[in-house]
């Protein structure tokens, strides 16, 4: 459901800018983090915008069919670099809203998908100079004693820090994640821009409370400030799948991170664009193994990494998967994890008494929102259809655009609910990972029985393909290994920051 608050966010900054873009900030300059600053940048960018559609309008007046084609689709391509380059210079949040919306949702041209694709790993880099800074304040020497080899040139560049190349003086080959300077505060002046955006959209969502949307949204993004919490999340997610015959998490190189550093060991894959070149039988493969890492991670621990976007994501040469950045680790509380299980059960059961009360245990509408029960039960139907049934089904963009749809424009019987829809504070970034990663899916074309899958998950059922033969396995090791039942990463629940199982 997070989709309403991308489409309204994208309204903002989409409202957005070319003939300012030199008015924003310089490429691989320093950062500005004053919230009025920031937020005047993008009410530039909206002028710009504006103004380059004025001119576009104009020129059509007098222009043919096919001339009025091609100046509309210059118009967008411009407008579209234009936004991107905000968005990658600005850094922080507005990036990582680039992130999403290059792959969530086919309702965005295409020109603005392709050039917001690009933030996905090769954002404007910062002045390397910048970067080193903070590097040799945070480690407490310089790059030529820490490392034996340091690349200047950036790996990639990210919305919160850059990613750089490097080997330790043991030899083994690196990857270093600085943090941009200034990142932090510009973030938190992004984030009460964004609160003034989650009230404004209450008004058209009668029955949302924006404050713990809010609350939530701030908890997790500022909780990516810090490289040690990322680092806690990383090590837990390492031990789980340690070993495992299809899923990778690069291990974290202790003596060479801080709270702005993090290091990790280098792997090298392939990129996502590169998998949807594959055959479909190599796509189905690989959509599997996302699906088993998100929804597993979350149906068996609790937990998920909750950034998922093709960048985070690599494919290496023995065939796994390769997953990337653990800034935004989300960790569910017990009793409602227990009730969102029981949610899902009672839809795929056709209790539809049952339904509404959990929902309205979950927080989704009030008591007394006096809502009909079947229109309830069949708006979730359409997200829960990927897995509701026992059969193959096969993710499309057409499915996700009419989920997206469905969840910020409802019509029909469907369109009172917008009225009394809430939305619960902890189902923000389970939203965020849900619509992200079944938008990566449709991109993949990916069909299988997710509904089988889903049962391993959630009720323990027998494993459905060879992958989830392999994958019970891994988890018979890991509890063979370590002594006990199972993984417990809820020690500390939804807010935990110890990051290693127990």
């Not at 996905?120 to 910048?130: C, I, R, S």
Request: net charge neutral.
């Amino acid at each position: 459901m997070t989709a309403m608050w991308i489409a309204l966010a994208f309204a903002a900054v989409a409202a957005a800018a070319l003939a300012v873009l030199l008015a924003l900030t310089r490429p691989g300059a320093r950062l500005s983090s004053s919230r009025g600053v920031r937020l005047a940048r993008i009410s530039r960018l909206s002028a710009g915008l504006w103004a380059s559609w004025l001119g576009a309008h104009l020129r059509r007046v007098f222009a043919g069919r096919e001339r009025r084609t091609r100046i509309d689709s210059a118009r967008r391509k411009a407008d579209a670099e234009a936004i991107v380059a905000a968005m990658g210079n600005m850094k922080g949040a507005f990036m990582k809203l680039g992130q999403m919306l290059s792959f969530i949702s086919e309702d965005i041209p295409p020109e603005y998908r392709a050039a917001l694709a690009s933030l996905q790993a090769q954002a404007p880099p910062m002045d390397f100079a910048l970067l080193r800074d903070v590097a040799e304040r945070e480690l407490g020497r310089s790059l030529e004693r820490a490392f034996a080899r340091f690349d200047a040139e950036p790996l990639a560049a990210a919305s919160i820090g850059q990613v750089h190349r490097a080997c330790l003086p043991t030899g083994e080959e690196v990857v270093v994640k600085i943090q941009y300077p200034g990142v932090a505060d510009a973030i938190r002046g992004d984030l009460q821009n964004a609160a003034m955006l989650y009230r404004a959209g209450a008004m058209f969502f009668p029955g949302l409370d924006p404050a713990p949307v809010v609350d939530e949204l701030r908890a997790r993004i500022t909780e990516e400030l810090d490289y040690l919490h990322e680092a806690r999340g990383q090590r837990a997610f390492a031990d789980l799948y340690d070993g495992h015959p299809f899923i990778r998490v690069p291990r974290v190189i202790e003596s060479h991170s801080t709270a702005r550093v993090l290091t990790s060991e280098f792997v090298a894959g392939r990129r996502f664009s590169d998998v949807l070149a594959l055959d479909q039988a190599a796509r189905d493969r690989y959509a599997e193994i996302l699906y088993r890492f998100v929804f597993g991670s979350l149906g068996r621990f609790g937990v998920f990494n909750g950034d998922p976007h093709p960048g985070n994501y690599l494919f290496d040469d023995a065939g796994r998967v390769v997953f990337l950045d653990y800034g935004c680790v989300k960790y569910f509380p017990e009793e409602m994890l227990r009730t969102w299980t029981s949610l899902v059960s009672a839809h795929l059961a056709g209790d539809r008494d049952a339904f509404l009360r959990l929902l309205v245990a979950l927080g989704f509408f009030p008591a007394d929102a006096g809502v009909d029960r079947d229109v309830v039960y069949d708006y979730f139907g359409y997200f829960y259809e990927p897995f509701h049934d026992d059969r193959a089904f096969g993710f499309t963009t057409e499915y996700t655009g009419k989920s997206f749809k469905l969840i910020f424009r409802p019509e029909g019987r469907f369109a009172p609910l917008s009225k009394v829809l809430n939305m619960p504070r902890d189902f923000v970034f389970a939203n965020r990972i849900q619509w992200g990663v079944y938008s990566i899916l449709a991109q993949l074309g990916a069909t299988a029985n997710w509904h089988r899958i889903d049962g391993e998950f959630r009720h323990g059922d027998p494993p459905s393909t060879e992958l989830g033969r392999l994958d019970r396995e891994h988890f018979a090791r890991w509890e063979a290994r370590h002594g006990c039942s199972g993984p417990n990463l809820q020690a500390g629940g939804p807010d935990h920051q110890g990051g290693s199982p127990t």
